[in-house]
């Protein structure tokens, strides 16, 4: 492993190669120049010599058509510095900005995205990068997998929830009416490049938004990862430097060893990453989007957590104990706006988790031991729902 990158996702028949560094927007032209020296053809000819190898990398790098897609408000921020790293690296630029917010996950704008990509010419060499966070790294990698049947996907996060989630595992999707994130395929990034610096940009929200991912981690992992976040809470709300790196390689340690396990969500090892997303998911679209992805997983890890104790399965001191840390990190733990249950549970109906007709929920039995069950009534999931709605979250 060389010093640019912290350690590489092995998916098998490709990776994805991820640094957690500060000023990495900076060295966005240097990583993809890196990235682009590596090959995962399996007819690469291992021989080639040096000469040849940096021959090969000068020719697919200069002058290389590269689409930064971004949103208006981070394109403002730190467009730039990415755009002209890149360009000092020789690659040729065009940039590509999208209203920030959920809206913007469409097929809609993904056919707009499609049209200027045809526009300006890009071919199968092209190279998609994603600059934002999760709404942003969805749509571009959802372009750059369905064009010209794919092309090679970057990522620079700029927000805590997709440095420490969506950034990793190439669940690349746009939103539908019916439901979130249901048309999508999997597509890896070549690379992840991780600035914790993007950090001190975000509203407190949005860095208490994207902590919830992190407990979800912490929460079907590993006590030891639970005790983490409980004894630093302070330094991770205040985004002290050290321990917010060292926040975000543990959880993408975390979810990159399941998603290494189980890359396509074939074996029932990555469907645990969705605890809390089922019942979350059915809130967001529920309140329109209103609330942040982050939140609404906050309430749907409530949820479940109850569930799982209606069902028998977990102590409710663990409910007790992660509804006291979700507080502490300023996460909802209760739904300040009605939503109409039935409606709820007809977006619920609509998981893309369902297999052979029945609806399968993520649930806990203990700190790091996550189960999947596919035998609950629509009643338990009724009444865990219903307890989040005006009442007290213990």
């Known amino acids: 492993m060389d010093a640019m990158f912290d350690f590489d996702l092995d998916y098998g028949i490709s990776r994805t190669r991820v640094t957690v ?201 590993s006590e030891e990862l639970l005790r983490f976040h409980e004894a630093n809470v302070d330094a991770i709300l205040a985004l002290d430097a050290s321990v917010a790196r060292e926040l975000i390689l543990r959880n993408l340690r975390v979810k990159g060893d399941i998603i290494e396990a189980d890359t396509l969500e074939q074996r029932d090892k990555r469907i645990l990453l969705n605890f809390g997303h089922t019942i979350g998911h059915a809130i967001e679209s529920g309140v329109g989007y209103t609330l942040r992805h982050g939140e609404c997983v906050a309430l749907g890890m409530v949820a479940a957590c109850r569930l799982s104790v209606t069902m028998g399965l977990l102590d409710h001191s663990v409910v007790e104990r992660m509804t006291a840390l979700l507080v502490r990190l300023g996460l909802p733990t209760q739904l300040e706006e009605r939503i109409d249950t039935d409606t709820l549970l007809a977006t619920i109906r609509n998981d893309k988790k369902r297999r052979d007709g029945r609806l399968r929920f993520v649930l806990l039995e203990a700190v790091g031991r996550p189960v999947v069950r596919d035998d609950v009534g629509e009643s338990p999931v009724r009444s865990a729902f219903e307890s989040l709605v005006g009442l007290n979250a213990s």
């Open 21 to 221: 560094r500060l000023n990495a927007l900076d060295d966005g032209g240097r990583i993809l120049r890196e990235v682009s020296a590596k090959t995962d053809d399996p007819l690469a000819d291992p021989a080639a010599g040096t000469d040849t190898r940096l021959a090969e990398v000068e020719a697919k790098c200069d002058g290389r058509v590269t689409v930064v897609v971004t949103d208006d408000r981070v394109g403002d921020l730190y467009g730039s510095r990415l755009v002209g790293s890149l360009k000092g690296a020789g690659f040729s630029v065009e940039e590509y900005r999208i209203r920030p917010g959920e809206a913007s996950k469409s097929l809609a704008v993904a056919e707009d995205i499609y049209r200027f990509l045809a526009a300006k010419n890009v071919g199968r060499d092209g190279c998609i990068l994603a600059l934002g966070g999760g709404v942003v790294s969805d749509l571009a990698g959802f372009v750059a997998a369905t064009w010209m049947r794919g092309v090679d996907f970057g990522v620079f996060p700029t927000t805590l929830e997709a440095d420490v989630d969506a950034s990793i595992g190439g669940k690349t999707a746009v939103n539908t009416s019916a439901a979130k994130n249901l048309v999508g395929v999997f597509h890896q990034p070549r690379f992840v490049a991780i600035d914790p610096g993007c950090l001190t940009t975000l509203e407190a929200r949005d860095v208490r938004a994207g902590l919830a991912e992190s407990v979800k981690h912490a929460l079907i992992s």
